[in-house]
């Protein structure tokens, strides 16, 4: 049987709204959710196949976006949320009792401070940006994905209209790449 990659991907991406507002994201626990408000869309959607990127039972894949931190508010049960993992770039808050990640967000200097990855599928709401692309695919492996099925699941994604990486996209790429430039005061050549 073909593994899942994600919920949201497996039996074909239902496309979003894009004038979509926004809504709320809750976590999995039965009582006393922690609620997120979102005041947009989420952008850069994208499947993610690395570790720390949470991913729902079974899946091989993550799907995470991002929202301007200042669009982002915890509405409800704020105490029930932890750190995972203090030393990685990305701080994933997620609720003690579930697990659930409800925002990941960077402190430090980074091309993407600012912005907070986020996980629609905690969302009841439709018309959220559809995954965009498939990134980190090879981290896979890293987990304990056999080498021999990369085929399969990088022709699943092309199958579902997702173009595969094993990082991120040459956009994000280039704005990952523009920001270290700058920062080290490269000065680009004229064309
Ligand atoms: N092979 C590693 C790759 C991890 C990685 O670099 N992940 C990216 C993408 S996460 C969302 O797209 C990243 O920016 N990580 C920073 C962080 O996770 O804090 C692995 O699988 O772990
Ligand atoms: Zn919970
Ligand atoms: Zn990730």
């Known amino acids: 049987m073909a593994p899942s990659l994600h919920p949201l991907i497996d039996n074909g991406i239902a496309?979003?709204?894009?004038?979509?507002?926004?809504?709320?994201?809750?976590?999995?626990?039965?009582?006393?959710?922690?609620?997120?408000?979102?005041?947009?869309?989420?952008?850069?959607?994208?499947?993610?196949?690395?570790?720390?990127?949470?991913?729902?039972?079974?899946?091989?894949?993550?799907?995470?976006?991002?929202?301007?931190?200042?669009?982002?508010?915890?509405?409800?049960?704020?105490?029930?949320?932890?750190?995972?993992?203090?030393?990685?770039?990305?701080?994933?808050?997620?609720?003690?009792?579930?697990?659930?990640?409800?925002?990941g967000r960077i402190e430090r200097e980074h091309a993407f401070h600012g912005l907070d990855f986020v996980h629609v599928e905690l969302s009841d709401q439709k018309g959220w940006q559809e995954p965009q692309f498939a990134g980190f695919v090879s981290s896979i492996i890293e987990q304990g994905f056999n080498p021999s099925g990369m085929d399969e699941v990088r022709a699943k994604f092309k199958s579902a209209g997702l173009e595969t990486y094993d990082a991120l996209s040459p956009p994000l790429m280039d704005l990952i790449a523009t920001f270290t430039a700058k920062k080290s005061g490269v000065k680009f050549a004229n064309l």
């Open 15 to 103: 496309k979003g709204d894009p004038a979509f507002p926004g809504g709320t994201l809750h976590c999995r626990c039965s009582s006393n959710q922690v609620v997120v408000t979102l005041k947009s869309n989420v952008a850069h959607n994208h499947a993610c196949g690395c570790s720390k990127c949470w991913k729902p039972d079974g899946a091989l894949f993550s799907v995470v976006g991002v929202v301007p931190r200042d669009q982002l508010q915890v509405s409800a049960n704020e105490s029930k949320l932890h750190v995972v993992d203090r030393s990685a770039v990305i701080l994933r808050h997620a609720c003690k009792e579930c697990g659930a990640h409800l925002f």
